[in-house]
């Protein structure tokens, strides 16, 4: 992909999501990545389903998504000889992702020590690279629990419900992209010729988005807790309810906003309940005007209640299913879809990238490689090794 980082290798070494998401996210602003896998079984994430029955046997969806935009390079980082290969490409190479239990690069001989101080080495764990709980294996569900969401997600009589997607693992590599690129800023563009060595963790990614809750716990002494669907401080606002079974999200917690929903509602006259006055009245008798609301929306169907939403210039969702997203027409005309050639499967719809730069064209990332597919041809023209070399590094299982 074309993009500002055009120019920079970053090396994949990671499994699973998060530091493969945060190279992802370099490659989808122009960086080439290279994804060091382990020969025989490659990412762990090609393994995980759900999976389309292909000419080559199962295909991960899950791996078609998160491998794509990179090439895919095997090498035994357990031995030396590839212990050896590896520093020689990162001597060719500007950053490294990888999110290993601590202490396993050392074990290895590729920890930062042992490797060029230009690059900038991205280190993403659960709990750190210090601390005293650095050695704990952990995987999103743990930064989701110690980093505090897990706790303030769900109903308030109910237990802690998980986010929908492992999102202390997407988060962390969002937070660790951006550091890199920072990093990288340093390196180049102040020119300090030094890169640096980031130590992101999935806790600490939650905890930084966290809003109030540690300050008001600090000087009020509060504890949050769930509030489900609804906020302590504003209403009306919550996932509505449809006759068609679907919901919508209606934010009108603000005077103006509340008085477009009530002009919506045909109920002007809400606006004049000394009840619903102000925004703290409302959230003092939100039971009672979320469920005026509620009996609005259950007699139409979703499109209709975001019809009548948007004419009256009230802040509407209707909360999306896949189906609805991948025909959707604003999704369409910008563009946030793609079909990405994926070399197995073929064209495979997926999610672009989350930003663009305005005026310059969206490339479309490659799929995700088989596994092993661009090793021969990194390693010949980056190093330099021969046929008769690379046969003999597969013959040993070195690649």
Known sequence: ????????????????????????????????????????????????????????????????????GRQSVTLDLRRPEGQDLFRRLAATSDVVCENFRRGTLERWNIAPGDLDDRLVIVRISAFGQDGPYADRPGLDRLGIGYGGLLHLTGEPDRPPVRP??????????????????AALYRRDAKGTGRGAVIDACLY??????????????????????????????????DNYPTADGRYVCLVAGSDANFACLC???????????????????????????NGIVAAWTTKMTAAEVE??????????????????????????????????VDPVAGAVLQQGPAVRYVGEERSVPTGAPRLGEHTREVLGELLGIGDAELDRLAADRII
């Not at 004419?311 to 604003?330: F, L, R």
């Open 1 to 68: 992909m074309t993009g500002p980082l055009e120019g920079l290798r970053v090396l994949d070494i990671g499994t699973r999501i998060a530091a493969p998401f945060c190279a992802g996210l370099l490659g989808e602003q122009g960086a080439e990545v290279i994804k060091i896998e382990q020969p025989g079984r490659g990412d762990f994430m090609r393994e995980i389903g759900p999976f389309v029955p292909t000419d080559e046997g199962d295909l991960s969806l899950f791996w078609a998504v998160e491998g794509r």
């Open 204 to 237: 600490a990614s939650v905890l930084r988005i966290l809003e109030w809750t540690i300050a008001a716990y600090d000087r009020l002494g509060v504890v949050r807790e769930r509030e489900g669907n609804r906020l302590a401080t504003s209403a009306p606002l």
């Open 263 to 289: 002009r919506a509602m045909g109920r002007s006259d809400l606006t004049e309940d000394p009840k619903f006055l102000t925004l703290s009245d409302r959230a003092d008798h939100a039971d009672e005007i």
């Open 307 to 340: 019809r009548l939403a948007v004419e009256h210039d009230v802040p509407v969702a209707t909360a999306y299913t896949a189906a609805d997203i991948a025909t959707d027409p604003h999704m369409a005309a910008r563009g946030d879809l793609m079909s990405v």
């Open 164 to 181: 929908g997607v492992t999102s202390s693992d997407y988060l962390t590599g969002v937070f660790a992209a951006q550091a890199a690129t």
